[in-house]
T-cell receptor
Framework: DTGVSQNPRHKITKRGQNVTFRCDPI?????LYWYRQTLGQGPEFLTY????????KSRLLSDRFSAERPKGSFSTLEIQRTEQGDSAMYLC?????????????FGPGTRLTVL | DAKTTQPTSMDCAEGRAANLPCNHS???????VYWYRQIHSQGPQYIIH???NNETNEMASLIITEDRKSSTLILPHATLRDTAVYYC?????????????FGQGTRLTINP
């Protein structure tokens, strides 16, 4: 257990429905990251926050995706009008500090299945 | 971030040292070499990182060649629990360069 928690762990939804995932980082970590991982591939970066500010978004993050970290603590990732191609593991990670030389601690992930 | 090349899969006998290679021939002077691993159905786990010098911690050793174009992660006494996908990542340390860029990694299987 890294101290990063994600809920739910599994989500099955029908195409077209909206889903929201939550990530609770390690409490003193000011940076929070979202990644997506499809079967057989390494994780792909989606977005990251420093405190409550969203500082970078990948081109993978289409208009149907939105992430928030309103109080600089937990974060939510919402997917609107889900598509079958959204089926993946969604991973959250957190890190401490402002430099690049800081390890990221990952949560267990939320596995999304879109039917 | 520089691209890395790793073998797709490797096998190692339990109790032996597992040596996982990584090529990063286009690495820049301000880029570190990071290793993460991912055990089935879990999130990635940090193992070790280094810039120029060899590094060792309780999990593994990292050997970086003098020209920094390749490195080797060494698990000194592999156990069945070390079966995982191992990712070698090259990452800049400048401000704002925060994301990890994962490749497909090496699937390491430890055999009894």
């Amino acid at each position: 257990d890294t101290g990063v928690s994600q809920n739910p762990r599994h989500k099955i939804t029908k195409r077209g429905q909206n889903v929201t995932f939550r990530c609770d980082p390690i409490s003193e970590h000011n940076r929070l990251y979202w990644y997506r991982q499809t079967l057989g591939q390494g994780p792909e970066f989606l977005t990251y926050f420093q405190n409550e500010a969203q500082l970078e978004k990948s081109r993978l993050l289409s208009d149907r995706f939105s992430a928030e970290r309103p109080k600089g603590s937990f974060s939510t990732l919402e997917i609107q009008r889900t598509e079958q191609g959204d089926s993946a593991m969604y991973l959250c990670a957190s890190s401490l500090g402002s430099g690049g030389n800081n390890e990221q601690f990952f949560g267990p992930g939320t596995r999304l299945t879109v039917l | 971030d520089a691209k890395t090349t790793q073998p797709t899969s490797m096998d190692c006998a339990e109790g032996r040292a597992a040596n996982l290679p990584c090529n990063h021939s286009t690495i820049s002077g301000n880029e570190y070499v990071y290793w993460y691993r991912q055990i089935h159905s879990q999130g990635p786990q940090y193992i070790i990182h280094g810039l120029k010098n060899n590094e060792t911690n309780e999990m593994a050793s990292l050997i970086i060649t003098e020209d920094r174009k390749s490195s080797t992660l060494i698990l000194p006494h592999a156990t069945l629990r070390d079966t995982a996908v191992y990712y070698c990542i090259v990452r800049a340390v400048i401000q704002g360069a925060q994301k990890l860029v994962f490749g497909q990694g090496t699937r390491l299987t430890i055999n009894p």
